[in-house]
């Protein structure tokens, strides 16, 4: 236990005050959490529309990383385009690391055609990093012939917590709600999140690209019913710095019930398999997803475990000037 505590705090110290860069957090359930993936699908269902999501990554690597995301959105027809907010919160090791990002979201929305939808997306919040100094475990700070730990000699960094604005963007593109493609530019300002004065550690941005399309078995991209036995395959780009991420997979959709799995690609090394199930009603949603890991750290991380969770509201009135841009659910 003493070694792994030790080696949790050098592994979060080198990830929070050296040059490796910070990354985002993951989530597997790509369209449960549709405006984390992308602001431009806030106000995409039109409804109102509310998202919580729970996802704890390698719990066999002391503690790993815990993420918590609650996010509303709504199409407002006399602001033409949605509105959305998004909080988010990173726990890594056992708190250690700890990251907290709260935004609004407006995303202008325009009918191109009757076939196709168009929104335009701009997203403002702030982010706040804190370093949690006592739990970390240094090397001076285990006797190796006890295990005993002892004060440490490290001298923690001036800043132990940091807040910076930050800005994202994105756009997105529905045809006959049916097929969609969107992108999404997070951290434009890139936000220095160096704790120790005089150093830089830039938070580099994310570059997504995802596209989609929903197959009825009977009819195609004509259209069907929420009942109807229907088909997603979906794909999702990832780049942030030097890292890059390849997401591939399939949703199956026969009422209530929803499938999927999807293959997560590191162009460095494969990642995971994720495999999902999920419930849902008229109303409701609710889906939980295991990632199961196929690189190097194997099994023996725990792999990752999600739930989401989301509530449609009932609309205000009946008719909209708008139509739903109708990505997955899950």
């Not at 699908?41 to 719990?59: D, F, H, V």
């Not at 004065?197 to 991209?221: C, E, P």
């Not at 162009?267 to 398999?273: G, K, Q, S, W, Y």
């Amino acid at each position: 236990m003493q070694v792994k505590r030790y080696i949790s705090g050098i592994v979060v110290f080198i990830l929070a005050m050296t040059a490796v860069k910070a990354q985002d957090m993951a989530f597997s359930q790509f369209y449960a959490n549709p405006i984390y993936l992308n602001p431009a699908l806030a106000g995409s269902k039109i409804c109102p529309r509310l998202t919580l999501n729970y996802r704890n990554q390698w719990p066999g690597v002391y503690k790993g990383y815990v993420s918590y995301s609650a996010a509303y959105d709504q199409q407002f027809d006399q602001i033409s385009g949605g509105l959305g907010i998004i909080a988010t919160a990173d726990v890594a090791g056992g708190g250690a690391l700890n990251t907290f990002n709260g935004s609004g979201i407006y995303s202008f929305r325009l009918q191109a055609s009757r076939s196709i939808v168009v929104n335009a997306a701009l997203q403002a919040g702030y982010m706040q990093y804190r370093l949690d100094w006592d739990k970390l475990v240094f090397e001076d700070q285990i006797m190796p012939a006890t295990g005993e730990i002892i004060p440490s000699q490290e001298t923690p960094p001036a800043r132990l917590n940091i807040g910076e604005v930050d800005f994202s963007a994105g756009i997105l593109a529905g045809y006959n709600e049916r097929l969609y493609l969107g992108a999404a530019l997070h951290h434009i300002t890139m936000p220095d999140l160096a704790f120790y004065a005089g150093n830089t550690n830039r938070l580099d941005m994310k570059i997504t690209v995802h596209a989609g399309a929903i197959f009825d078995a009977s009819q195609g991209l004509q259209g069907g019913d929420l009942e109807d036995l229907s088909f997603s395959p979906n794909i999702i780009y990832m780049q942030q710095g030097n890292f890059h991420q390849l997401n591939a997979g399939m949703y199956a959709n026969y009422f209530p019930f929803v499938g999927g799995l999807w293959f997560r690609h590191n162009f460095e090394n494969p990642d995971a398999l994720i495999v999902l199930l999920g419930f849902q009603q008229a109303k409701f949603k609710i889906g939980y997803s295991f990632d199961f890991t196929v690189s190097k750290i194997s099994l023996r991380s725990g792999g990752s475990h999600e739930m989401s969770f989301a509530w449609q509201f009932d609309c205000p009135r009946k008719e909209f000037k708008y139509k739903a841009i109708k990505c997955p659910r899950f």
